[in-house]
């Protein structure tokens, strides 16, 4: 069956960076875009971008335009999320997610298979 399993979150200092795995089972990689999303504490989940199956980016969250970065590895079955000079406000439970379909939506409800996210803390 479809599993996303995220790894990599923990506890930074502000202006660190963080590397996020989403390691994809149970299909393969190559035909869908991923997603990644978070949610803060007592906040709605939010996009914060996505990487088409050609491995074009679209940024939903302005915030993290020019620090985060995504990748994918299609050999591996795994997209990473790169975080570069992160800040208090990026601290959230990251999660990828697979859409049905090779390009990128915004929305929440366009995803249908999440994993179960990875915590992520900024904080000196």
């Known amino acids: 069956q479809v599993q996303l399993v995220e790894s990599g979150g923990g506890l930074v200092q502000p202006g660190g960076s963080l590397r996020l795995s989403c390691a994809a089972s149970g299909f393969t990689l190559d035909y869908y875009a991923i997603g990644w999303f978070r949610q803060a504490p007592g906040k709605e989940r939010e996009g914060v971008l996505c990487?088409?199956?050609?491995?074009?980016?679209?940024y939903y969250a302005e915030s993290v335009n020019g620090r985060f970065t995504s990748s994918r590895d299609n050999a591996q079955n795994t997209v990473y999320l790169q975080m570069n000079s992160l800040k208090p406000e990026d601290t959230a439970v990251y999660y990828c997610a697979r859409r049905e379909g090779s390009y990128c939506l915004r929305a929440v409800r366009g995803y249908n298979y999440w994993g179960q996210g990875t915590q992520v803390t900024v904080s000196s």
């Open positions: 990487i088409s199956s050609t491995g074009s980016s679209t």
